[in-house]
């Protein structure tokens, strides 16, 4: 049988005649040299080890950095925290960063586990140089929530809890599929923040203050079952019984739960007014093919309109398809967006597969306007006579600007992922690059040649933060529009021993 | 340094029997040495341990992502990391195993960030006329394969399709041999249904 199944890899996993290319491995040992001539060639000076800017941009570096110190400086006058008002985004010339290390100690690093510190669970930037993080201890002790009000450089400990997981490698990414839980909810003024954890001290439990982290009250979740560890695509995060547990929380007082029913085929919805304190329960939703509101997104944009987005991985008919609620949840109805422009792509000669829209996430930046992103996925085959999917395609995009009731003819995007700031401020990555466009998508502008990120997030068109990494979070922060990042200071350190891939 | 071959592709050294026993050890030998000069900075002991790893580390970039040129971009960046943290490597330790996990590590950052590209089904070995049962069953492999959680993916692949023993996969995936054993398992009950197979032994 194993000979059998080796044969069956062999012939589904043939990469055919002359792979790599018999030039590859000159190449290759010619782009060290390179890198290694680049490396010699490259200034000193105190930058982040996993950025490396290009030989070719050195001098763009130097003349851009002078205008970025004076720029920062103007910043220090400004004492409101907050939404920074409009800046003009310099359009110079794309300064060039290698991309950033993604340490991966899931696979290379177990005998190090026990010199890590702390694992990182969530970052959420607030304002300019306000960021909240949650932080988990990778020794087993207490998870911690964080906050800084200078961009890193000094933090303070506002609450901590017991956790049982508190070592197991978790996601900080914001896909569509990752942990709907463990995030962070502030108030418009930063004096309330609630966190929604999956292992507080009652369980799944929801930590609250109101008075900017002196305080904090700790309320538990509404379930029949405490979560478990899920694993999927070498991630884990907290679920019961599969992906079961939804959260989604308008502010920092109205929020929803969604758990698994009392009823096999229902999914029951609660829903608080109080941050927590107290629960209501809403409804009974019916499971039905293709429709489960515990696999997928769920996203409120006022108490009573929301967006239901169902996991298109588990059913690929549901592609392009979103539901709706004008009742605070208790009832959804379907909506089916535009067709893609295109019904299928030419793989080969003569050979065609579909291709169809799976939204992989919606956001509304008021009642009104909100987007809709998708990933457009290829077809490879049949099964049952209906179209299977497993590539990847382009990036759509469709927009509102009525609550939901309407949504525009799908957009083709040159970036994803894409961090949307506003309705028309969006930044997102490409493979040259990061990009921007401050026209909802008409036209990008290339920023900076920025590697690999899972996440970004900004607070408003020049400052945001970005980081990769599992047990070991790597965060830049940026205050001019991604065009250069410094190394986001975390309220720990890392061992300079450690030795990941 | 001759006598080096890539014990972990194809499982069958061409030496056979005990001169390939003996090889082996002598290729053990030899690579520690070429490690050794690599470390100290020799591009061209370095060169030469990725060409004996080459085989093996290329058929798991293409099985890790169904693309020729991807595969081949996501090596070479695999070969350029490793070389700058060739230091982290453990005296005494294998270097392909070392390199393999690297390589693999690499397809998923690729995997990860490639949602603004077009994945190409790739090119069918037949070239004129396709059967379409077969290619539909070749397909439905990759994509139960492609499908599972990277660790199990890596698993399977490094064991059935590249041959590697399972202690060398337990290096390269930084767990133990049942952990291995366990994700092999696991990812062949997923399998199960594509490929058709009641019971598939796993050898230590």
């Known amino acids: ?298 996203e409120f944009h006022s108490s009573s309109a929301g967006l239901f987005v169902p996991d298109y991985t588990n059913d690929s008919s549901v592609a392009r398809t979103v539901f709706s609620t004008v009742d605070g949840g208790a009832t959804w109805q379907p909506r089916t967006l535009g067709d893609l422009p295109v019904k299928r792509i030419e793989i080969k000669p003569n050979v065609y597969v579909p291709i169809e829209a799976a939204i992989v996430g919606v956001k509304f930046f008021n009642d009104r306007d909100g987007v809709i992103e998708t990933q457009s996925v290829t077809g490879c085959g049949t099964s049952g006579g209906q179209p299977t999917f497993c590539g990847y395609g382009p990036t759509y995009l469709y927009a509102t600007s009525d609550g939901g009731r309407n949504w525009s003819a799908p957009r083709l995007t040159v970036a994803a992922p894409i961090d949307l700031v506003d309705a028309k401020d969006w930044i997102g990555t490409t493979m040259s690059g990061l990009v921007r466009t401050s026209d909802g998508g008409q036209t990008w502008q290339e920023v900076s040649v920025f590697g690999h990120a899972e996440s970004f997030d900004f607070v408003d068109p020049l400052d945001g933060i970005a980081w990769s990494g599992y047990c070991v979070l790597h965060a830049v922060i940026t205050y001019d529009g991604g065009m250069h990042w410094n190394e986001l200071n975390l309220p720990y350190q890392q061992p300079p021993s450690l030795t990941c891939i | 340094m001759n006598t080096v071959r890539d014990t972990g592709a194809g499982g069958a050294s061409p030496l056979g029997g005990i001169a390939a026993h003996s090889g082996v050890r002598m290729a053990n030998l030899a690579e520690q040495e070429l490690v050794a000069h690599a470390k100290a900075g020799d591009r061209k002991a370095y060169e030469r341990l990725l060409e004996l790893s080459t085989r093996t580390a290329s058929r798991l970039a293409f099985a890790m992502l169904l693309d020729r040129s991807e595969a081949e971009d996501a090596l070479q960046d695999a070969a350029l990391r490793a070389w700058k943290r060739l230091s982290n490597l453990r005296p005494g330790s294998p270097f392909q195993p070392w390199f393999v996990a690297i390589v693999a590590n690499q397809c998923r950052e690729v995997r990860r960030g490639r949602w ?87 050898n230590g």
Not at chain 1, 39 to 68: C, E, M, N, Q, Y
Not at chain 1, 195 to 224: C, E, N, Q, R
Not at chain 2, 127 to 140: F, R, V
Request: include cysteine; charged fraction near 20%; aromatic fraction near 8%.
């Open chain 2, 116 to 202: 603004w590209q077009v994945v190409r089904v790739p090119e069918v070995t037949r070239a004129e006329t396709i059967d379409e049962a077969d290619w539909l069953e070749g397909e439905d492999l990759r994509r139960a394969v492609n499908q599972l959680p990277f660790d199990q993916r890596a698993a399977i692949l490094l064991h059935f399709h590249l041959d590697m023993p399972v202690d060398d996969v337990a290096i390269a995936l930084g767990i133990s041999t049942g952990g291995v054993k366990k994700r092999i398992n696991r990812a062949l009950k997923r399998l199960r249904p594509a490929m058709a197979l009641s019971e598939v032994k796993v």
């Open chain 1, 1 to 298: 049988m194993a000979e059998r199944l080796k044969r069956n890899l062999a012939s589904a996993f043939d990469p055919g005649p002359d792979f790599p290319h018999r030039l590859w491995l000159s190449r290759t040992m010619a782009a060290l040299d390179l890198e290694d001539r680049a490396s010699r060639g490259r200034s000193g000076g105190v930058r982040p080890a996993w950025l490396t800017p290009a030989v070719a941009a050195l001098l763009a570096v130097a003349i851009v950095a002078t205008l970025v110190l004076v720029g920062r400086g103007l910043r220090s006058e400004q004492t409101t925290p907050g939404k920074v008002g409009p800046r003009s985004v310099a359009t110079s010339k794309p300064i060039r960063v290698d991309p950033p290390t993604v340490l991966d100690c899931r696979t290379q690093c177990p005998d190090e586990a026990g010199k890590l510190h702390e694992l990182p669970i969530a970052l959420t930037y607030f304002s300019p140089n306000a960021i909240w993080g949650i932080f988990n201890s990778r020794s087993g002790g207490p998870s911690t929530i964080y906050r800084t009000h200078d961009g890193g450089q000094h933090w303070q400990a506002q609450a901590n809890w017991s956790n049982p997981h508190s070592s197991t490698p978790s996601t900080t990414g914001d896909a569509a599929w990752s942990n709907p839980l463990e995030h962070m909810t502030v108030s418009a003024d930063g004096r309330e923040a609630l966190f929604v954890t999956s292992w507080g001290d009652l369980g799944a439990s929801i930590f609250y203050t109101k008075d900017g982290g002196a305080h904090w009250a700790s309320y538990g979740l509404p379930l029949m079952a405490q979560p478990t560890w899920l694993c999927h695509d070498n991630l884990c995060y907290p679920g019961v019984d599969d992906f079961g547990l939804q959260a989604f929380f308008l502010n920092t007082h109205e929020g929803w739960v969604v758990s698994k029913g009392s009823v096999a085929t229902t999914d029951d919805i609660f829903h608080t007014t109080d941050s927590g304190a107290h629960w209501s329960l809403l409804a009974n939703v019916p499971i039905r093919p293709g429709f489960d509101l515990r696999h997928g997104q769920i």
